[in-house]
Nanobody
Framework: QVQLVESGGGLVQAGGSLRLSCAAS????????MSWYRQAPGKGRELVAR????????EYADSMKGRSTISRDNSKNTVYLQMNSLKPEDTAVYFC???????????????WGQGTQVTVSS
């Protein structure tokens, strides 16, 4: 059974930084692409960033490009999202997503975590 557990969310002031972590179990982590999505109140879930199984390929949403970095440590079965220069509009629940393939292509993840709340105050 695949489990994805996010951590690292919280309350931060505008301009601050947070690093989210997602610990995976129940899968051969090094063979799976991973992603981060977010969902703000009253809005749909949107892509933040995703990374291939090797870490060599990454993709970012325009809204977070230049302000975030996705990375992974296959020895720890963990994917990270470093977010800098946070804005109030970044406030959302952030979800970790896992793909059952090594590359993410243009599709939704096959597995989801429960999410972690990020709140950015102005």
């Amino acid at each position: 059974q695949v489990q994805l557990v996010e951590s690292g969310g919280g309350l931060v002031q505008a301009g601050g930084s947070l690093r989210l972590s997602c610990a995976a179990s129940g899968l051969i982590f090094s063979g799976y692409a991973m992603s981060w999505y977010r969902q703000a109140p009253g809005k749909g879930r949107e892509l933040v960033a995703r990374i291939s199984s090797s870490g060599l390929a990454t993709e970012y949403a325009d809204s977070m490009k230049g302000r975030s970095t996705i990375s992974r440590d296959n020895s720890k079965n963990t994917v990270y999202l470093q977010m800098n220069s946070l804005k109030p509009e970044d406030t959302a629940v952030y979800f970790c997503g896992g793909y059952s393939t090594s590359y993410y292509r243009s599709r939704l993840p096959d597995y989801w975590g429960q999410g972690t709340q990020v709140t950015v105050s102005s």
